[in-house]
T-cell receptor, first 113, second 114 residues
């Protein structure tokens, strides 16, 4: 069964550094998402991406965050200057249509020191 | 108004018992209600989903009950098994201009004792 794959599984970064989280969505999917989950809390929506542009974003997704689909297979989340409170599990998801089920990757655990 | 409230936070059930997790929402624009199952170290995996044109959907041991007037929906796991021990999240999204943004509940940690 096709999967969403995320790399790395764990990223440790110093506060203030830039970090890029990578995702390979399912190949025929057109809608892409990033969510985050702070330890012990619920999953929170960050951003949705369709047709090479952001279609929706949450208040969490401020100017420090950006997303990109640099080629036909990868989907990335960049945090420009990381803060301690960015420590969380980041999940990428994709779907074939916007009203179809979203399939999640296993996440990247981001630890900011 | 965007919140989805989920209860209980944790649930302990004996093998063979019925697990029931409840969710409530306020936003009447929500029209898609999935349940996700998450094991430690893994991403959420879609379990079952419902749209408001039906009041119940069953897939194997998993059933969603949906009450549109009360703005509530619940997950029932029949004949619960130790392998069902996981965190369960309800979620909701709105159609129309939404691009599929999911709003999640707080999660329920289910433990099924053998």
């Amino acid at each position: 069964e096709p999967e969403v794959t995320q790399t790395p599984s764990h990223q440790v970064t110093q506060m203030g550094q830039e970090v890029i989280l990578r995702c390979v969505p399912i190949s025929n999917h057109l809608y892409f998402y990033w969510y985050r989950q702070i330890l012990g809390q619920k999953v929170e929506f960050l951003v949705s991406f369709y047709n090479n542009e952001i279609s929706e974003k949450s208040e969490i997704f401020d100017d420090q965050f950006s997303v990109e689909r640099p080629d036909g297979s990868n989907f990335t989340l960049k945090i420009r200057s990381t803060k301690l409170e960015d420590s969380a599990m980041y999940f990428c998801a994709s779907s074939s249509k916007r009203d179809q089920p979203q399939h999640f990757g296993d996440g990247t655990r981001l630890s900011i020191l | 108004q965007q919140q989805v409230k989920q209860s209980p936070q944790s649930l302990i059930v004996q093998k063979g018992g019925i697990s029931i997790i409840n969710c409530a929402y306020e936003n009447t624009a929500f029209d898609y209600f999935p349940w996700y199952q998450q094991f430690p170290g893994k991403g959420p995996a879609l379990l079952i989903a419902i749209r408001p044109d039906v009041s119940e959907k069953k897939e194997g041991r998993f059933t969603i009950s949906f009450n549109k007037s009360a703005k509530q929906f619940s997950l029932h796991i029949m004949d619960s098994q130790p392998g069902d021990s996981a965190t369960y999240f309800c979620a909701a999204s709105a159609g129309g201009t939404s691009y599929g943004k999911l709003t999640f509940g707080q999660g329920t940690i289910l433990t099924v004792h053998p």
